[in-house]
C-alpha cells in the first residue's frame, strides 16, 4: 500500500499509512499537509480523518480511497472557509447535538406546498 501511494500526488499533501493499534489493529490512510489553522490563522500540520483500509482491498481501492480522502478534505476546508454574515455558518466543527435542535420544523426554511 505504501509503494502504491508513493505514485499518488495532490498538492503538497503526504498520503500515509498508519496502524491504528489501539482499537481496531488495522491500518487507515491519512492525509496530511502544511497548511493554516482555521481559527487561531497559525500554520500548522493538518491532517484529513482516518480512513480504514481491508486488507483485501484492490489497487484500485486504495488509489479511489485516497481521492475520496482528498475530496473530503477539500470540502472540510470549503465549509470553514464559506461565510455568510461572517459565520462559518456550513462549518464542518458543529456539535450534532446543537444540530438536532435546527432540525425541529420551525428552523426550516422550504417552498410551501
Not at 491504528?20 to 489493529?25: A, I, T
Not at 497548511?35 to 484492490?58: A, E, F, H, N
Amino acid at each position: 500500500m505504501v509503494e502504491l501511494l508513493k505514485d499518488v500526488v495532490y498538492k503538497n499533501h503526504s498520503f500515509l499509512i498508519h496502524r491504528d493499534s489501539f482499537y481496531y489493529n488495522k491500518d487507515y490512510l491519512q492525509v496530511e499537509w502544511d497548511g493554516i489553522d482555521s481559527v487561531s490563522k497559525q500554520p500548522r500540520r493538518c491532517k484529513g480523518r482516518k480512513w480504514y483500509l481491508s486488507p483485501y482491498m484492490t489497487h484500485s481501492e486504495l488509489i479511489q480511497t485516497a481521492l475520496a480522502a482528498v475530496l473530503a478534505i477539500e470540502e472540510h476546508e470549503a465549509r470553514e472557509a464559506f461565510r455568510y454574515k461572517g459565520q462559518a455558518v456550513f462549518g464542518p466543527h458543529f456539535n450534532v447535538e446543537a444540530l438536532v435542535e435546527l432540525c425541529k420544523k420551525e428552523s426550516l426554511d422550504v417552498r410551501p406546498g
